[in-house]
């Protein structure tokens, strides 16, 4: 009986020790499993740390080239036959700008600057049904927008050249983390758009040139222009490219790249993006990160003045004729003006000059249709930069000063100030200075014009048709200086471009009566 007490007491005793082995065992176990448990996650948090820190580094890297890209893509500039010299931002000239053949600096005018120009023109001919002013239009929306594609394919020409260069930035701003040049499998830069969504301009991006006003007449409610949306003017479409004050970020989605064609894009675009690969053992599986950005360049705005539209009336005017409309637009009334172009130097100053005959009008044109031209010219130096109302009230209204009452022997001078159209009342004595740009167009017409008074001749000269080196002469198609004249002296030196800063004479018209007789306005 004690034995297997004993025994049984003995039992009792070893199942107690083997729990207390089999709990130490579990125990052991799972101090084991938490080590390594713990391990994995001091593993793949210590990865995952790894992986947020490089992608963050990266995006930085990325960022900062593109935002180094696209300011570079500010100084790109084209030199087109048409307009003279293009690009994202206006510059005005220094004494670093090239030169035109006069010795003088020459302004770069952006292509932005120049679609709003256009586009407020179009607007100004469909309003007042005028056919020269909307032929002219449409012909400079033409040669805009293949200046406009040949431009964004020098901007894809200039950044392929800047890949290195961004290249060595991305990798500078990853120099803490270790990465060198073999760890990055990946970098690109790409040119492209992105359109707003449908037909809401408010998801587009912005640019820096101002809608004209009133913005019912402008068809548009934003202050300022959308980038690569179609602003259209009638059939007529407009676009502008994506520039900023300076140099920003954008989202990368909706990036849309353009292709381009030897020196033709597919379509208009100033957006960068950088598309960059790192390869980095991180653990875990995690071999790299992927990482992208998207910027815009800057851009300044125009500062330029605009031209003077110089209206001598020294017998008054016309009888039968009271604004600037019935100039534009009595084609019953309107004789043969021939129109011609000095060639060979300024006519009549340089003994090398001569007048060639120009049908940039057609072979006859009319003065109705010299009028038209020199007024659109005129108004395309003001570069859309006025108020739309203004200038349809100007031609709309009686021909006159707008402070005083207009007398016969004057000269009407129209200039733009502060968005409104100013028209001044000076001596027809104050230009002495009749010579005609080199490549510019002239005009002396006899019998130009039927009135209820008599016939009159026309005098016209037009110093802003042809811009640029290529095509306009000496002076490039820039206005002619005017220090001195109507009461202003200007500020600047001999060797300075005074016409973009202080506004010379675009155009100038002068209307005589012949016989000459003098007669009062009606």
Request: hydrophobic content about 40%.
């Amino acid at each position: 009986m004690r034995k297997r007490s004993a025994h049984r007491a003995s039992d009792k005793r070893n199942g107690q020790a083997r729990k207390r082995k089999s709990k130490g065992a579990a125990l052991l176990l799972f101090v084991v499993l938490s080590l390594v448990a713990f391990t994995s996650c001091l593993v793949a948090s210590s990865a995952l740390i790894k992986l947020v820190l490089l992608k963050s580094r990266a995006q930085t890297a990325a960022e900062a080239a593109a935002l180094q890209s696209a300011q570079a893509l500010s100084t790109v500039t084209i030199e087109d036959e048409h307009f003279g010299l293009i690009g994202l931002s206006d510059l005005a000239p220094s004494q670093n700008s090239p030169k035109a053949l006069d010795g003088k600096p020459l302004p770069v005018t952006s292509i932005n600057t120049l679609t709003a120009s256009n586009r407020a023109s179009l607007i100004i001919a469909e309003a007042l049904g005028n056919d020269t002013l909307r032929r002219l239009s449409l012909e400079d929306s033409a040669r805009l927008k293949a200046a406009a594609l040949k431009l964004t394919a020098a901007l894809a020409q200039s950044l392929a050249k800047q890949e290195a260069k961004a290249r060595l930035v991305y990798l500078a701003n990853l120099e803490a983390a270790g990465i060198k040049d073999h760890n990055l499998t990946k970098f690109v830069l790409k040119l492209g758009r992105k359109p707003s969504s449908g037909k809401n301009q408010d998801t587009a991006v912005s640019t820096i040139t101002p809608v004209p006003k009133p913005y019912n007449l402008a068809g548009l409610s934003s202050k300022y222009y959308p980038a690569f949306t179609d602003t259209p003017v009638g059939r007529e479409s407009f676009q502008f490219f994506a520039v900023g004050t300076q140099s920003a970020l954008l989202p990368v989605d909706n990036f849309q790249e353009i292709s381009c064609k030897g020196d033709i894009a597919s379509a208009i675009a100033s957006l960068v993006k950088v598309d960059a690969e790192v390869s980095q053992d991180l653990g875990m599986s995690i071999k790299g990160v992927k990482n992208s950005a998207c910027a815009l360049p800057c851009a300044l705005e125009d500062r330029s003045q605009s031209g003077l539209l110089v209206f001598g009336l020294p017998q008054g005017m016309p009888g039968g004729y009271e604004t600037l409309q019935d100039l534009l637009s009595d084609h019953q009334h309107a004789l043969n003006a021939p129109l011609f172009i000095s060639q060979g130097g300024d006519y009549p100053v340089e003994s090398e000059a001569a007048l060639a005959q120009w049908h940039g009008l057609g072979a006859t044109p009319k003065s109705t249709n010299v009028f038209a031209l020199g007024f659109y010219d005129w108004l395309r130096t003001a570069h859309g930069r006025y108020n739309l109302e203004s200038v349809l009230n100007t031609v709309l209204s009686r021909v006159q000063p707008s402070a005083e009452s207009f007398r016969p022997g004057q000269s009407l001078v129209y200039r733009i100030k502060n968005h409104s159209v100013i028209t001044e009342a000076h001596s027809v004595g104050d230009v002495p200075d009749q010579k005609v740009h080199e490549n510019q167009i002239y005009t002396v017409a006899w019998s130009a014009l039927q009135a209820t008074n008599g016939t009159w001749n026309l005098n016209f000269r037009d110093q802003v048709r042809h811009l640029g080196r290529i095509a306009g002469g000496r002076h490039a198609g820039q206005s002619m200086e005017c220090d001195g004249y109507f009461g202003r002296n200007s500020n600047f030196s001999e060797a300075d471009r005074k016409a973009y800063f202080d506004g010379g004479i675009a155009c100038e018209i002068i209307l005589t009566l012949s016989p000459p007789v003098v007669s009062q306005q009606n």
